[in-house]
Antibody, heavy 125, light 107 residues
Framework: EVQLVEAGGGLVQPGRSLRLSCTTS????????VTWFRQAPGKGLEWVGI??????????DYAASVKGRFFISRDDSRGIAYLQMNRLKTEDTAVYYC????????????????WGQGTRVTVSS | DIQMTQSPSSLSASAGDRVTITCQAG??????LNWFQQKPGKAPKLLIS???ILQVGVPSRFSGRGSGTDFSLTISSLQPEDIGTYYC?????????FGQGTRLDIK
């Protein structure tokens, strides 16, 4: 059974850091890119960033709103992706989701077919 | 960034009605378009990929069509369990952008 589970959310003060994890199982993690999305309270979905597979250089790309503050990494041996969030702002308050992604992977399923349940991040003083 | 314009923003229909949501891309995205359904407090669920490919387990009353810049999601006979918010998403080019969502409820 394919599973993705986010963890690490919580309440954090503006300017501080937080690291989210996305622990996966049930599929060959190394074959998939991982994309992070977020959803602010009462708002729509926003793409945050992607980490491609090692075969595509393992490179990352980020939304303009988080570029230079957020960093995505992956540990293929453990099937985990991370979202390191630095210099957090109140506008980063959201539920954060990870999803498996075939757009920059070597897989043959639909992209974004499985998501985690989300982890809530609240940035407030 | 590719802008995705979804309409309507909200929709109320009766059970059994045929419902259509449209999504327009700001540039040609070929068929790199997904449709998601989201219920309150839950993660989005992929309904249709690549503009028209129904995902396993999704009822056949859902269908998608379109290519280029104009797309639509149709529910042929609305059921009470279809209430929620629907989003289109392009994945032709980074950043992968979403429409603003269509909130669907039952009259």
């Amino acid at each position: 059974e394919v599973q993705l589970v986010e963890a690490g959310g919580g309440l954090v003060q503006p300017g501080r850091s937080l690291r989210l994890s996305c622990t996966t199982s049930g599929f060959t993690f190394a074959d998939y890119a991982v994309t992070w999305f977020r959803q602010a309270p009462g708002k729509g979905l926003e793409w945050v960033g992607i980490i491609k597979i090692q075969g595509f250089g393992g490179t990352t790309d980020y939304a303009a709103s988080v570029k230079g503050r957020f960093f995505i990494s992956r540990d293929d041996s453990r099937g985990i992706a991370y979202l390191q969030m630095n210099r957090l702002k109140t506008e980063d308050t959201a539920v954060y989701y990870c999803s498996r992604d075939c757009t920059n992977g070597v897989c043959y399923t639909s992209s974004f077919d499985f998501w985690g349940q989300g982890t809530r991040v609240t940035v407030s003083s | 960034d590719i802008q995705m314009t979804q309409s309507p923003s909200s929709l109320s229909a009766s059970a059994g009605d045929r419902v259509t949501i449209t999504c327009q891309a700001g540039q040609d995205i070929r068929t790199y378009l997904n449709w998601f359904q989201q219920k309150p407090g839950k993660a989005p669920k992929l309904l249709i990929s690549d503009a028209s490919i129904l995902q396993v387990g999704v009822p056949s009353r859902f269908s998608g069509r379109g290519s280029g810049t104009d797309f639509s999601l149709t529910i042929s006979s609305l059921q009470p369990e279809d209430i929620g918010t629907y989003y289109c998403q392009q994945f032709d080019a980074l950043p992968f952008t979403f429409g603003q969502g269509t909130r669907l409820d039952i009259k």
